[in-house]
């Protein structure tokens, strides 16, 4: 979001009058209508909750515990197991984690600690930017550009150089985890960046000024204070990066081949739970078809508000601690 | 200079370049997303893409008319259920509200914000869809109009929030009740935050694909009225860049530069209304 600067707060006026003047000017009124959209809010985030939890009854009813362990997903015979569409969420969001991290927390270092004020938030405007781009947008380009260059250049290379190792064998196809791995990679590091650029800032001066006084060099202070001093906000930024990878549809959907398969090499096409409930939801064949997927839903949204409630958290817990240490 | 501390300075300068790249990196890829859909869609925009309903499959040519009024639509729907829900919702945030109640709004706003728009989806299926027994113009804004809400009402509120007590306090001291204040003190004193929150909240929703799969559908053709399935332009790029036709993957481009045209112009709108200055002196 553009302006996060919060200035000291002015909280509500609270008025000594009685509530009979209180409805004559019509400030009542106005309290029980704002409140009335505001309660919705709430309203609308349990029943949401609700719907997934009462809309999945049959398949949670039906497979249990069992659904999570099942790799058979069979809409004739109704055998519904999410195996491996659990297995290809999590492979394209540790691909994408693993790529997105260290360019993610790299460029933020830069443009927190190295770049001029000017340059950094030029830049930050472009990362927001990327972060508005639509997730189909990227589908788009991970179709025509990426699965290409993948099949063609980065995985011959790859399987040249790594191809003892199981993860880079088998066939080339372009799609599958890998690419999927990557778009998202593309897709989650301006949420990297940008949180922990703003983490890194809180940092008190002094901390970088008294590393730089023990004689430090500019990245040993860097690396070993000011980084460890924001550990906490990153890990924070981590996990929302996570997060929207694990929800991811379109992008993923587009280019991770949607072949139900596990499979140690990451060449290979797979599946992922969003992918599958695109696909599926509108053509399901029946109730409990349509309630596996709506479980698959539950899924993703218990895991997604975990992952965001703990990457909160731990953003607060940090920049309460840089601005402590900064007062004290 | 001792070989040690030639070495820290070897890798202090290395490791610092090398967040340089990162930064490179991650920023040239919007030029590389803009660079390839200006390429690739630049060519294959047409008057035709505007003004025409899409051929039968096989035939070349014809537009996407009935893509862009869908999409319209959706986002009239959307913004009508959004912004007047996050923006009293924000008010009361603000002004009226005790810190508990306030706790909870702000909790299952931030909830709803991180749910992933595919949940959302099956959310407006089971609520719009399933009822009415067909898929909708209407189950469609009602999924994006819920994608909306957390984001007009946090930033709104922030705003609200930044309007300095002198302003309040003046207003109340000359007599006028509190929600005159608010009306026109406070709100006039935050429009333009309010605005770019709105703008944002807008562009956001504007490219989702996920929820629209199964609520607003899709259709070759326009659709009358609020309670047939649409075509919309993100559902559009989806299907034709995923199909096996040559035809439709240029127009697949030429959709995705329209769409991020519209996008990245609202944000970088919503941005310059900000830099202009927030109306009041701040604190």
Redesign the interface.
């Known amino acids: 979001m553009a302006a996060t600067t919060t200035v000291p707060s002015a909280g509500p006026i609270s008025g000594s009058r009685s509530f009979l003047s209180r409805l004559r000017d019509g400030d009542e009124i106005a309290r029980l209508i704002t409140f009335l959209f505001a309660g919705s809010v709430v309203l609308i985030t349990v029943l949401l909750i609700l719907t997934l939890w009462q809309e999945s009854a049959l398949s949670r009813h039906k497979f249990g515990l069992h659904f999570f362990v099942t790799r058979l997903w069979d809409p004739a015979a109704e055998q519904f197991g999410a195996l491996t569409f659990i297995y290809g969420t999590i492979v394209t969001a540790t691909v994408s984690l693993a790529i997105a991290v260290p360019l993610g927390i790299g460029a933020a270092i830069f443009l927190a600690e190295l770049a001029p004020a000017r340059l950094s938030d030029a830049l930050e405007f472009f990362i927001d930017l990327l972060a508005a781009v639509p997730s189909v947008i990227y589908g788009l380009l991970g179709v025509f550009i990426v699965v290409p260059l993948m099949r063609d250049y980065a995985q011959p290379a790859l399987k040249n150089t790594l191809g003892f190792l199981p993860l880079f064998s088998g066939p080339m196809y372009g799609i599958g985890f890998l690419t999927a791995g990557i778009v998202l990679a593309i897709m989650v590091i301006p949420y990297i960046i940008s949180v922990s650029r703003e983490v890194l800032m809180s940092v008190p001066r002094d901390q970088r000024e008294a590393a730089l006084s023990l004689g430090s060099t500019r990245w040993e202070s860097t690396w070993k204070v000011v980084v460890p001093f924001a550990r906490t906000g990153i890990m924070g930024s981590i996990f929302l990066a996570l997060a929207r990878a694990l929800g991811e549809t379109m992008a993923v959907t587009m280019v991770i081949g949607n072949t139900p398969t596990i499979s140690a090499s990451l060449f290979s096409p797979g599946y992922s739970i969003a992918a599958v409930i695109a696909n599926e939801f509108a053509e399901a064949t029946g109730d409990v078809h349509l309630q596996a997927l709506i479980e698959l839903g539950l899924v993703l949204f218990l895991l997604t508000f975990l992952l965001n409630g703990l990457a909160r958290l731990l953003i607060v817990i940090t920049s309460q601690r840089g601005g402590a240490a900064a007062h004290a | 200079m001792s070989p040690r501390l030639r070495w820290?300075?070897f890798?202090?300068?290395f490791?610092?370049t090398?967040?340089?790249?990162?930064?490179l990196?991650?920023?040239s890829?919007?030029f590389?997303?803009l660079g390839?859909?200006v390429y690739?869609g630049g060519t294959s925009i047409n008057w035709s893409f505007f003004t025409k309903l899409p051929k039968p499959v096989g035939e070349a040519g014809g537009g996407m008319a009935n893509a862009i009024l869908g999409s319209a639509k959706l986002l009239l729907l959307a913004s009508l259920i959004g912004v007047?829900?996050g923006f009293?919702?924000?008010?009361?945030?603000?002004?009226?509200?005790g810190s508990k109640?306030a706790f909870?709004?702000r909790y299952?706003?931030?909830?709803?914000n991180?749910?992933?728009?595919?949940?959302?989806?099956?959310?407006a299926?089971?609520?719009v869809v399933l009822p009415f027994k067909h898929?909708s113009t209407l189950a469609g804004g009602f999924a994006l109009g819920?994608m909306m809400?957390?984001?007009t009402?946090?930033?709104t509120e922030?705003?609200l929030?930044?309007?300095?007590?002198a302003l309040?306090?003046a207003a109340?001291a000359l007599g006028a009740?509190?929600?005159?204040t608010?009306a026109t003190v406070i709100v006039p004193a935050a429009y333009r935050?309010i605005l770019?929150?709105v703008l944002?909240a807008f562009?956001?929703v504007?490219?989702?694909?996920?929820p629209l799969?199964?609520t607003a559908?899709g259709n070759r053709f326009w659709s009358p009225g609020w309670t047939q399935p649409t075509a919309s332009l993100?559902v559009m790029?989806?299907t034709y860049?995923?199909a096996p036709y040559e035809d439709w993957?240029r127009q697949?481009?030429a959709a995705?530069l329209v769409?991020?045209g519209l996008?990245?112009v609202i944000?970088?709108v919503?941005?310059a209304i900000?830099a202009r200055g927030?109306a009041v002196p701040?604190?």
């Open positions: 820290r300075k890798v202090s300068g490791m610092l090398m967040t340089g790249v990162c930064a990196v991650a920023v890829v919007l590389f997303i390839y859909l690739h007047p829900i009293l919702g924000a008010i009361y945030l603000a002004e009226f509200s109640v909870l709004v299952a706003a931030d909830l709803l991180g749910v992933p728009s595919i949940v959302i989806g099956i959310f299926y089971s609520l898929f819920l809400i957390p984001i009402l946090r930033s922030e705003f929030l930044a309007v300095p007590r309040r306090e109340m009740s509190k929600w005159k608010i935050g770019t929150a944002l562009a956001r504007a490219g989702e694909t996920a799969l199964f559908f993100p790029i989806f860049a995923v993957h697949a481009w995705g769409l991020l996008i990245l944000n970088i919503a941005r900000l927030i701040r604190a």
